[in-house]
């Protein structure tokens, strides 16, 4: 091979290389979307890895869940002299109901995982309400506690971890719908990060305990 050779594959790769970190900045890449990406990071993973360095960013990817995404660096110890760089990919601080549905989603993944199957976890939005239901207050008007769960639902999908289904053909029901429980809340949501979410759940339920929330204690359920 000879140096126009080299030239033209470099020359071929940096269009690949420009449209990966684009989409791995503006969010999650999915092997299922996007097959032709998903081959090119694959290739070009040690570039994509040196360019995010750059921007004291790390690349996560996972080949057997395929997803990938930048996460920023931890921050330097305080005591450290060096000056802070500025944060790229912002923190963004979650909300009770949307840590409580994103623990509880992923409480269900790892069952279903045990389970073996089907790679796809896909929920009714119904369960879901009736799964996040148990933990909030009792109040007297219904219709308010749905919406909430319905905003936190909604939040939980503008954040990626949840994907809307379309309807089934000929599907008419109010408030019918399906969601897939997207693989990359593993990352987000490790076991560590669960066991210390179960505590405070419990410190929850026992709070509620005295609203009887439901008319029963649902705790072994």
Not at 21 to 35: F, M, Q, W
């Amino acid at each position: 091979m000879n140096a126009s050779d080299n030239t033209l594959q470099s020359g071929a790769a940096q269009p690949d290389l420009s449209a990966l970190l684009i989409h791995l900045l503006k969010g999650v890449l999915y092997r299922e979307d996007d097959e032709r990406s998903w081959a090119a990071l694959l290739r070009l993973q040690a570039r994509v890895r040196e360019q995010a360095a750059i921007l004291q960013l790390d690349l996560l990817l996972d080949e057997a869940e395929g997803y990938a995404f930048f996460k920023s660096r931890p921050d330097a110890d305080e005591a450290d002299a060096a000056p802070r760089v500025p944060r790229l990919v912002a923190r963004r601080p979650l909300s009770y109901p949307v840590s409580l549905m994103l623990a509880l989603l992923r409480k269900k993944l790892a069952e279903f995982d045990a389970g073996g199957g089907d790679t796809r976890l896909v929920l009714a939005r119904d369960d879901i309400v009736d799964m996040v239901r148990v933990f909030l207050p009792e109040g007297p008007n219904e219709a308010k506690l749905i919406d909430q769960i319905e905003s936190t639902l909604n939040k939980v999908i503008e954040l990626g971890f949840l994907r809307r289904l379309k309807p089934a053909a000929g599907s008419t029901s109010q408030g019918a719908g399906s969601y897939e429980v997207r693989r990359i809340l593993k990352a987000f949501v490790d076991a560590q990060w669960l066991s210390e979410f179960d505590a405070r759940l419990e410190t929850y339920r026992s709070a509620l305990a005295g609203v009887a929330p439901r008319g029963k204690d649902r705790r072994d359920e």
